[in-house]
């Protein structure tokens, strides 16, 4: 019976082992993934795609993710112009599955931290620096599509495909926020007081234009009164003159038509018949009387 259990208990013992070493000799790799194998800590110059692979008890497979993966970073940076500001950024990634086994044994698994993270936050900090803090919130698809540009070029050696960096929030302190919002008061203030003014302006030279208007309707129309004054002075003094020569006439056709015959008629016709009651000779200074 001590024989037998012993048996048994050893052919169970070969068993576990032998299924534990098959185990340790198989591996399976998720879809998106590559597998990186490594024997005692030496990465091999080759890699296992999706699926199930068997391998060496003394290998481990490091499963290297190479679907596009997404990280939201808060930053700080500042503009040209010193102004802190809080940046929330967010950046699609991936890796080249040809290149996984190379990036693993360089830099790890830790790529994120080590290459892209620190590429992200020197080239956010170099663009931002370039612009004004005024003028940041208004390029935001410029800062995004610049920073992308600089972040591609200094990963792609690493094998690190980088699809896509947006520039999700700009946050300013609350004083420089403050002097904003007070500027735009300022600005709104200024553009009403100047549509004020201009409105103004405005009526003061549509008044202008009406009394230039009204002066020259009032001297065209005195020019008119003075030109009709001027011609009933003329007919009036062309009537005097026409009446004067009328009387001249008149006079001097009378004048023609009396004779000393006419003188003596008219004269007699008034005579009411009384003598002179003195009476002075020729060459006499004494008067006396008729009578």
């Known amino acids: ?141 410029t800062l995004s599509t610049e920073i992308t540009a600089l972040v591609v070029e200094d990963v792609k050696d690493y094998g690190i495909t980088v699809s896509s960096i947006a520039v999700q929030d700009i946050d300013f302190t609350d004083a420089f926020t403050n002097a904003v919002e007070a500027k735009q008061v300022a600005a709104q203030n200024k553009l009403t007081a100047e549509t004020e003014q201009a409105r103004l302006t405005m009526q003061a030279e549509e008044e202008a234009h009406r009394q230039v208007i009204k002066a020259q309707a009032d001297a065209e129309q005195a020019k008119i009164a003075a030109k009709a004054e001027l011609e009933v002075t003329k007919i009036q003094a062309d009537a005097a003159e026409y009446a004067g020569l009328k009387e001249a006439a008149k006079n001097r056709a009378v004048a023609e038509s009396i004779t000393p015959e006419l003188v003596r008629y008219y004269y007699i016709l008034q005579w009411d018949g009384r003598l002179p009651e003195t009476m002075l000779g020729e060459n006499a200074n004494i008067l006396f009387g008729v009578n």
């Open 1 to 141: 019976m001590k024989r037998n259990i012993g048996r048994t208990i050893l052919i169970v013992s070969a068993v576990l082992v032998f299924v534990i070493v098959a185990l340790c000799c198989v591996t399976t790799v998720p879809t998106g993934y590559t597998g990186i194998v490594t024997t005692f800590g030496r990465v091999e110059p080759y890699t296992f795609d999706a699926g199930f692979h068997v391998k060496s008890p003394f290998q481990r497979v490091v499963k290297m993710d190479n679907r596009t993966q997404k990280a939201v970073e808060s930053l700080q940076a500042f503009s040209s112009d010193i102004q802190q500001v809080d940046i929330l950024i967010a950046v699609n990634y991936s890796i080249d599955q040809s290149t996984a086994e190379k990036l693993y044994k360089t830099v790890g698994e830790e790529y994120y931290s080590k290459i892209l993270y620190p590429r992200l936050l020197e080239n956010t900090k170099a663009i931002f620096s370039k612009y004004t803090a005024e003028k940041l919130v208004a390029y935001r698809e």
